[in-house]
């Protein structure tokens, strides 16, 4: 589980195709690593650690993975958001973020706003149901809070930190982008649609 705080940034070292999924490596500051088998949050997506060297650790990808999030359009040289699993005395700063990425959504405009900026992103239907004005929402593992909400296209205020210590400074139109919608919400939908057996 993560608070959706990027901390730090990593660097894809390694992109490779298998059968049915794809390796991935990537390069990461020290207080970042990983141990073996840890989680590690890879732009909001959940991750374990299969291979550990010199400030790298390696990851395995399933056709599942590949196929609900932005990780396989991924190249050397890419920048990603990173965030170690939370601990029982760590700040929630965020909110409940579990790596488990539900869609991938399409930024459709980065609009400066004097020392902000104005993100706009069109998300999947699906996701529609989880999202609300003052809602949390996590983009590419970042805890953001939703501004505005018109059919299918959220609004998010981006404050300068939030920028500049993630890959949201590379966004542009058409950038595609990992969604996950608030765990809380997704369980008072579920719960409304009972009744259930028992």
Same mark, same amino acid.
């Given at each position: 589980?993560?608070?959706? &705080?990027?901390?730090?940034?990593?660097?894809?070292?390694?992109?490779?195709?298998?059968?049915h999924?794809?390796v %991935?490596?990537?390069? #990461?500051p020290?207080?970042f690593?990983?141990?073996?088998?840890?989680?590690m949050? +890879?732009?909001?997506c959940?991750l374990? @650690?299969?291979t550990?060297? =010199?400030?790298?650790?390696g #990851?395995?990808?399933s056709?599942e993975t %590949?196929?609900?999030?932005?990780?396989g359009s991924?190249?050397?040289?890419?920048? +990603?958001?990173?965030?170690?699993?939370?601990?029982l005395?760590?700040? %929630?700063?965020g909110?409940?973020?579990?790596?488990?990425?539900?869609? #991938?959504?399409?930024v459709?405009?980065?609009?400066?706003?004097?020392? =902000?900026?104005w993100?706009? &992103?069109r @998300?999947?239907?699906?996701?529609l149901?989880?999202l609300?004005v003052?809602?949390? #929402?996590? +983009?590419?593992?970042v805890?953001?809070?939703?501004a505005?909400?018109t059919?299918d296209?959220?609004a998010? @205020?981006?404050i300068?930190?939030s920028?500049?210590?993630?890959?949201?400074q590379?966004?542009?139109?058409?950038?595609?982008? =990992?969604?996950e919608?608030?765990?809380?919400a997704?369980?008072?939908k579920?719960?409304?649609?009972?009744p259930? +057996?028992?």
């Open positions: 589980m993560f608070t959706g &705080i990027i901390k730090g940034m990593g660097t894809v070292r390694e992109v490779r195709g298998l059968a999924g794809a %991935l490596g990537f390069d #990461v020290a207080p690593m990983p141990a073996l088998g840890d989680s949050a +890879v732009n909001g959940c374990t @650690a299969e550990i060297g =010199n400030g790298y650790f #990851v395995q990808l056709a %590949l196929h609900r999030t932005t990780l991924l190249q050397v040289g890419s920048r +990603v958001n990173m965030e170690l699993p939370l601990t005395q760590d700040l %929630l700063g909110h409940l973020v579990l790596g488990h990425v539900d869609c #991938v959504g399409t459709l405009a980065m609009e400066r706003q004097g020392d =902000n900026h993100l706009r &992103i @998300a999947p239907g699906e996701l149901p989880f609300a003052k809602g949390s #929402v996590a +983009v590419d593992g805890s953001l809070t939703i505005e909400l059919g296209v959220f998010i @205020a981006l300068p930190h920028l500049h210590a993630t890959i949201a590379w966004y542009h139109p058409g950038t595609p982008v =990992n969604l919608a608030d765990c809380l997704r369980y008072v579920r719960l409304m649609e009972g259930f +057996v028992t």
